[in-house]
């Protein structure tokens, strides 16, 4: 994790407070390119097997760019909404919930089932709201 993630991580917790659900929300690189997260808060570059922490609470539009493709995302909001984070996140010791989200190589985020781990086949079934297209 870069040091942009552990401000992240160290933000998201502080915010957390401000939600009705503590969380925080990891995306794992599963391309073979390192790849550029832009437009929720500062850049997050993250390398290939390797996941990141974003801003849970990021509204707008996200890039992610990937060495010669890009995609756009209006928002990831409802990747993180109350219900989702319930119904996908992880219950943490410490009592946040964590959504494990993953890249695919084609630009669609799935979400990690609960305990499991990264990568996950991208083709496993996902619950409503899941995978994420770009647009």
């Given at each position: 994790m870069t040091n942009s993630s552990s401000i992240f991580s160290i933000a998201v917790i502080a915010l957390a407070g401000c939600s009705t659900v503590?969380?925080?929300?990891?995306?794992?690189?599963?391309?073979?390119?390192?790849?550029?997260?832009?437009?929720?808060?500062?850049?997050?570059?993250?390398?290939?097997?390797?996941?990141?922490?974003?801003?849970?609470?990021?509204?707008?539009?996200?890039?992610?760019?990937?060495?010669?493709?890009?995609?756009?995302?209006?928002?990831?909001?409802?990747?993180?909404?109350?219900?989702?984070?319930?119904?996908n996140g992880e219950k943490a010791a410490g009592g946040l919930y964590q959504l494990k989200l993953q890249l695919q190589p084609d630009g669609l985020i799935v979400v990690i089932p609960r305990g499991t781990d990264y990568p996950v086949d991208g083709n496993a079934r996902q619950p409503r709201d899941f995978p994420i297209r770009p647009d």
């Open positions: 503590p969380e925080e929300v990891e995306l794992y690189n599963n391309t073979p390119a390192t790849i550029a997260v832009k437009g929720c808060g500062a850049d997050e570059v993250v390398d290939p097997g390797v996941a990141a922490a974003i801003p849970p609470l990021c509204r707008g539009p996200v890039q992610i760019e990937a060495g010669e493709r890009s995609w756009r995302y209006k928002t990831l909001w409802r990747a993180w909404s109350n219900q989702s984070m319930l119904e």
